[in-house]
């Protein structure tokens, strides 16, 4: 009874973890029964040695036996799977290895896992995380700043932290392992916050940085999509590629509706392609749909750029463009009329230049007048195919 008492005292107290009372109390009644099985232990077992019909003495005997001496690692077994640590000495009773996700798994001896990796002693922060894990409470990722790092009662921390080799701070809701690198979460602290919250704010700053690129981006790519379809539509609209190189590119357009000043643009755009052609250039006129378009018009005011888009400022040698209207009168004998003219070339040096210019011709016919005016127009004013 006395070996029965101090070693069931001790298993309760210091492997269990009861109180000392409890475990004396314990151990009076454990000694009380490791006594009364004393008696039938000893009987069967002299019994199953000496007596006839010995085999079936072997069952009582062998459960009497377990009874006794398993009595002892069955409470360890299943009353101190809970309990870490040796009540006097402070030895752990315990060893644990973590996986990467951050799952435990204890042993009740140090040395190695099957998996040939260490097993570590326990401390008071594992014990309490396993009992966390037993509890299906797993520390679980905050992707948001929180206002509550501390309980208001205790003080102590509600937020868990880990920190990878980059500084970079993930913050958890339970204390635990971090689940993605398998490394023990620390409680947060008053510096921890700062930083986190610094990160956060780093953090921030560059996502509005990347969301304002990414929207000029796509803005540019926007602008540029918008310029190659307008592009595309010039190049439709000019056909650039109908003209062969170094042609003079000539058209003209009248600044009113009617047909005096319609023709007195064709009568000097064919005077102007007499002469042209008299010094042996190539001639070409503007497509119809271009004078119909507004885009002759921006060309007029002096804006070469659907030229310079469509690549006809590198394809053609010039351009003589004019806009003119006329008006005739009938005389007793003759009719004379008179074209009001401006033209702009755009030479090979690029720069455009603004002519205007007014002649009178007279005729028999309206036709003979026009006709005259145009003629004058060239010959008295020859610094309109100059440099052409």
């Known amino acids: 009874m006395y070996w029965g008492y101090y070693g069931l005292r001790d298993l309760f107290h210091d492997s269990l973890g009861l109180s000392e009372a409890q475990a004396e109390l314990a151990g009076v009644v454990g000694a009380f029964f490791y006594a009364f099985f004393w008696v039938p232990m000893l009987w069967l077992t002299l019994s199953a040695l000496v007596l006839p019909n010995r085999a079936r003495r072997l069952i009582p005997m062998f459960g009497l036996w377990l009874v006794f001496y398993g009595s002892t690692p069955a409470l360890r077994m299943f009353l101190g799977s809970d309990v870490c640590f040796n009540q006097s000495t402070g030895q752990p009773l315990q060893w644990y ?30 014990c309490r995380i396993g009992r966390l894990l037993g509890k299906g409470i797993h520390p679980r990722l905050i992707s948001t700043p929180t206002a509550e790092y501390f309980d208001g009662v205790t003080g102590f921390a509600k937020i868990w932290y880990a920190q990878d080799a980059n500084g970079r701070i993930s913050l958890f809701d339970a204390e635990g392992f971090d689940p993605h690198s398998g490394t023990l979460l620390a409680p947060i602290t008053a510096e921890v916050i700062a930083q986190f919250e610094a990160q956060v704010a780093t953090e921030r700053a560059a996502k509005d940085q990347a969301a304002r690129e990414q929207e000029a981006e796509q803005e540019r790519k926007a ?16 056909a650039p590629e109908s003209y062969p190189p170094q042609t003079v590119l000539m058209g003209g357009s009248a600044t009113k509706t009617d047909d005096l000043s319609k023709e007195a643009v064709e009568l000097i755009l064919d005077e ?3 002469s042209l052609r008299s010094r042996g250039l190539l001639t070409g006129r503007v497509r119809p749909a271009v004078l119909t378009s507004g885009r ?25 463009l004019v806009t003119a209207e006329a008006s005739c009168r009938s005389g007793e004998a003759v009719i004379s009329c008179t074209i009001a003219m401006d033209a702009r070339k755009y030479p090979l040096d690029r720069v455009t230049k603004l002519i205007e210019c007014h002649e009178t011709g007279a005729g028999a016919t309206t036709e003979q007048a026009l006709s005259r005016a145009a003629e004058l127009i060239h010959e008295r004013h020859p610094e309109l195919l100059e440099g052409i």
Request: no cysteine; net charge negative.
């Open 97 to 126: 290895v973590s996986a990467r996700n951050g799952t435990l798994t204890f042993y009740d001896s140090p040395g190695y896992d099957t998996s040939g990796v260490e097993k570590k002693p326990v401390t008071a922060q594992v």
């Open 223 to 238: 602008r540029e999509a918008s310029a190659q379809q307008e592009r595309s539509a010039l190049v439709s609209l000019f």
């Open 272 to 274: 102007a392609d007499k």
């Open 296 to 320: 002759f018009d921006r060309l007029l005011e002096g804006d070469p750029g659907d030229l310079v888009s469509v690549g006809l400022d590198e394809r053609m040698r010039s351009a003589f």
